[in-house]
Each structure stands twice: as structure tokens, then as C-alpha cells.
């Protein structure tokens, strides 16, 4: 249902459904009964303001499905956009499979993004924010949005997804986790992904890095630990810039599977924070029984003196900085809880200044 040359394919037994405030169970016909000024079902239950320390259920959705596409909005502040959380749970279990912040959920760090698009997700210039990872269950899917931001925020939102859906009980339902480091330990690796069991399809991550030396920061390689690996991975990169797919420093540019959706400043200084985005969708990372995935934290100190190999090496030296990482994968159910969230205070700190262009807007929070 998700290529061009299956689009023309009308499956027999699969429901299209919608939740949002306009229509909060996504029953058929149930779709703007609230009323206005203007009228009933005409733009009466679009937004609602939701307080700090409140949790508000997006959707609570029974049955066999996929969760197809998340459109969201709320004002343009980093405090909201890394304060407020995406929590979702499937088929029951105990526990949540994912815990996002929202600008993370929606493919950037740091609470800010330039307009751009991946093949996971869309951002407008306005934060108007699109998820379109499809995310299967088979008895339950609960939605969650809980503010711990600090500010009550006005929330618009809409769940796109289909009933019916044949699943397998074993399919790969959605996980992603979230961490901070602020600032990295030096000569630990951080780890994008802690340690997981099971059969596990790796999707990717978000990177959120502030430096806090002048000189380059990334250096450092990517490593996958797949099953049986102890002490050295079976996938080892090159460098930071290399593993979402750049070269030569950190570039202004969206791709469909790698690339950054916002960079602090308009130099080459390489020396203010950057949110970057790495896809395994054409590249898959699989295992059979356990994955950890790390990044190295190793800066460059140039001497600008005739260049060679061992030159270039001898320039290297360990650096702490401030990591962020939403690393998202498919595993079945029942899995692990995450790895525990970072206190509010840890995710909120040493955001950058919202953008210029945000301005109150109603509805005013």
C-alpha cells in the first residue's frame, strides 16, 4: 500500500481512519460534531491547550492496524519542541516502546529545524511536523502526548491509519528511545542505541550535537555491535560528518536518507550546533539476537603542516561534547523497556534561542 506501482491496489477488508480532537475515537461518522460560531461541525474542536505536567491520550486504537502518517503543530519554541513528549505503547504491553521528545519524533534535535524532508519525515518552515513511518499493531495502539516543557503550548494534531491490517503477531511494531549526555565522558563512547535483545531492524537516528571546543568535533566513528561482537563492531564508519552521509564538515542539506535538518549559524566555523539524521530504510542494520549502536567522541586539532597519514592521525585527540540521540528500530513484542528518559531539566538545558521569524500566533498559549 505504501509504493507507486501498488497505489492502484484497492485491498479488500482495510479501513481508512483519522483521530483528532475533531474526531477523538476515529469512528466512522464521528468526525466534527463540536460546534462554533459559524455552526455545528464547522471548525468547533481544532486545538486545545494543554498544561504543563498534563498528558493528553492522542489515540487509543483497538484492533489490527498501522499507524500511517502523525501531523502535528504547536508553537515554534525549542522548550516546547524538546519539553513536550511523544509516548506510544503497543498491544498492551506494560511498558512504552517509544518515549520521543516531539521535535526528535518529527526527524530534528535541539528543538529547531529548517524546512526539509526525509524519507521518514516532513518539516515546513512553520514547524508544521510529519511523521510517515508506518507503525503496525495488532490489538492496541495508545498515543500519548505528555508536556513536561514548563509552558502550558496549544496543540494541533491529526493520526492518519488503517483497521484491519493482516499483521503477523510477531512483526516489528515501533521502539525509539531518547538520551542526552551533556557533556560526553571522555574516551567513552556515546551510545545511540544501549543494548537490545531480540531480532531487531535498526531504522536509524536523530543527532543533536552542540560542541563545546572550537576546534571540529567529528571525528568520531560510528560502531554497530551485532550479536556475537564484544570489544570491536562488525560495521565500523569513518567519522561523524561521514555517517549521515556528508563529507568535509557538517553541510546546510536535507537528503532523502541522511543529511541536516538545521545548523546554528551561517559560517564554515563548524562550531555551533547541528541536527543531523542518518535512514538504514535502503541499508538495513539486522540482528539476530542483540545490537548496540555508539559514536565515538574525537575532534581534530589541524598544524597545517605538510600532509600525510600519519600527520592527520597524530592531530586527533578525545573531546567531550553535548550529545543528543532519538534512535528509532523494529522489534517485536513483548521487548525491553527503553533505557531510561532524561529528567525534564536535562532534555530542556542549553537549548538554542528560538528562531527569529516565531511570533505569538493564536491560538496564544
Not at 543494548?195 to 560502531?223: A, F, H, N, S, T
Request: charged fraction near 25%; glycine fraction near 10%; include cysteine.
Amino acid at each position: 500500500m505504501n509504493t507507486p506501482d501498488t497505489a492502484y491496489l484497492i485491498p479488500d477488508g482495510i479501513e481508512s481512519r483519522s483521530i483528532s480532537f475533531e474526531n477523538p475515537t476515529g469512528d466512522r461518522g464521528a468526525g466534527g460534531s463540536a460546534a462554533s460560531p459559524l455552526g455545528p461541525g464547522r471548525k468547533g474542536d481544532p486545538v486545545r491547550h494543554v498544561h504543563d505536567g498534563e498528558t493528553v491520550v492522542l489515540a487509543d486504537i483497538h484492533g489490527s492496524g498501522t499507524v500511517r502518517h502523525i501531523w502535528m503543530t504547536l508553537h515554534d519554541k525549542p522548550q516546547l519542541l524538546r519539553g513536550a513528549f511523544i509516548v506510544i505503547t503497543w498491544d498492551d504491553q506494560a511498558h512504552p516502546s517509544v518515549e520521543l521528545p516531539v521535535g526528535e519524533f518529527f526527524g530534528f534535535a535541539h528543538g529547531r529545524s529548517s524546512a526539509f524532508q526525509s524519507c521518514f519525515h516532513s518539516v515546513g518552515s512553520t514547524r508544521a511536523m510529519n511523521c510517515w513511518l508506518p507503525m503496525p499493531f495488532t490489538s492496541r495502539a495508545r498515543i500519548e502526548f505528555h508536556n513536561r516543557s514548563g509552558a502550558r503550548l496549544p496543540l494541533f494534531y491529526q493520526v492518519d491509519y488503517t483497521l484491519g491490517d493482516a499483521h503477523p503477531d510477531d512483526v516489528g511494531r515501533l521502539h525509539a528511545c531518547f538520551r542526552r549526555q551533556n557533556p560526553t565522558a571522555l574516551t567513552e563512547d556515546f551510545e545511540i542505541l544501549p543494548q537490545r535483545e531480540g531480532r531487531i531492524r535498526y531504522l536509524g537516528c536523530v543527532l543533536g550535537i552542540r560542541p563545546l571546543d572550537p576546534l571540529w568535533w567529528g571525528e568520531g566513528e560510528m560502531k554497530a555491535f551485532i550479536d556475537g561482537d564484544t570489544e570491536l563492531p562488525t560495521i565500523a564508519g569513518t567519522g561523524a560528518e561521514d555517517y549521515v552521509g556528508q563529507a568535509w564538515g557538517i553541510q546546510d542539506e536535507a537528503f532523502l536518507h541522511h543529511g541536516c535538518a538545521w545548523r546554528e549559524g551561517d559560517d564554515d566555523a563548524d562550531t555551533g550546533r547541528v541536527s543531523l539524521y542518518r535512514w538504514h530504510l535502503a541499508d538495513p542494520v539486522l540482528c539476530r539476537e542483540r545490537l548496540r549502536v555508539t559514536i565515538q567522541q574525537i575532534g581534530h586539532r589541524p598544524t597545517y603542516q605538510a600532509r600525510t597519514i600519519d600527520d592527520y592521525k597524530a592531530e586527533l585527540f578525545e573531546r567531550a561534547d553535548d550529545w543528543s540521540a532519538a534512535a528509532y528500530w523494529y522489534q517485536s513484542t513483548p521487548s525491553a523497556p527503553l533505557p531510561p528518559c532524561p529528567e525534564p531539566a536535562a532534555c530542556l538545558a542549553d537549548l538554542p534561542e528560538p528562531p527569529p521569524s516565531d511570533k505569538p500566533t493564536n491560538p496564544d498559549p
